[in-house]
């Protein structure tokens, strides 16, 4: 790889580390709930608590994020399509299923983010019009089942398939990886996180693990760059 690719490359997934960053802030202004914090359906009981501007701060991260994530998610998708190209039928496969979901994430990761904003905005603008928590859990409820289809549909391949991909690079050392690394993806971190909840002073952090797995994975294209570029 020249030189002016490798740094092309950096810069982009660069751009990338610093988008899944504003993603990571996000996510903790959206999901960081006191120790008393109870769920019910998607309502938490301290949304009656948080400030509102935590979760229009959170929207508005996200939505200067996400052209900076399209930079760098195409710079990883240029790699991992590169590098296994001329690989195994299953390289292939796994290059085209990280792909996959690398775009569903950019189609649906700023809807899927402003819906979780949106719901305890709407919770408290009822709350506050007729300070019935009770009323105004059931009615965001009742309009969440309306969209969660497309939701959990979105977010399962763009999380399932991008992970898929990466643990099979990373568990077959493709791309200068080592095996180790198949933690670097969303699936893993997520499952990290769930574990790290039941610690109560590392539960409140648990909430961007899901944009952490992406991050590594740019760090970890990054380092495999700068390999390659040495080669």
Not at 38 to 57: C, P
Not at 64 to 84: D, F, N, Q, R, S
Not at 107 to 113: A, K, T
Not at 142 to 171: H, L, N, R, T
Request: hydrophobic share 50%; proline share 3%; charged share 15%.
């Amino acid at each position: 790889m020249d030189k002016q690719k490798k740094s092309k490359l950096t810069n982009r997934l660069i751009l990338g580390i610093v988008s899944f960053i504003l993603f990571m802030i996000g996510d903790w202004l959206l999901d960081m709930k006191g120790a008393g914090n109870v769920t019910t359906g998607i309502v938490d009981s301290d949304w009656v608590s948080m400030s509102m501007w935590r979760f229009e701060a959170s929207i508005l991260l996200t939505a200067v994020a996400m052209p900076i994530y399209w930079v760098g998610i195409h710079a990883a998708k240029e790699i991992v399509t590169e590098g296994l190209k001329n690989g195994t039928k299953w390289d292939k496969r796994m290059s085209k299923m990280f792909c996959i979901g690398a775009n569903a994430g950019l189609m649906s990761f700023l809807f899927i983010h402003i819906m979780c904003c949106l719901f305890p905005i709407v919770f408290k603008c009822i709350y506050a019009e007729t300070g019935d928590s009770l009323m105004a859990a059931n009615l965001v409820n009742q309009s969440a089942a309306y969209i969660m289809i497309p939701f959990a549909a979105y977010y399962v391949v763009a999380d399932g398939c991008i992970s898929a991909g990466w643990i099979y690079m990373a568990w077959t050392g493709k791309l200068n990886l080592k095996k180790w690394q198949i933690l670097f993806c969303p699936l893993c971190t997520l499952l990290i996180g769930f574990v790290l909840k039941l610690i109560p002073i590392l539960e409140p952090i648990t909430g961007a693990f899901e944009s952490l797995g992406t991050l590594l994975i740019m760090c970890a294209l990054c380092c495999s760059v700068q390999k390659a570029a040495s080669n």
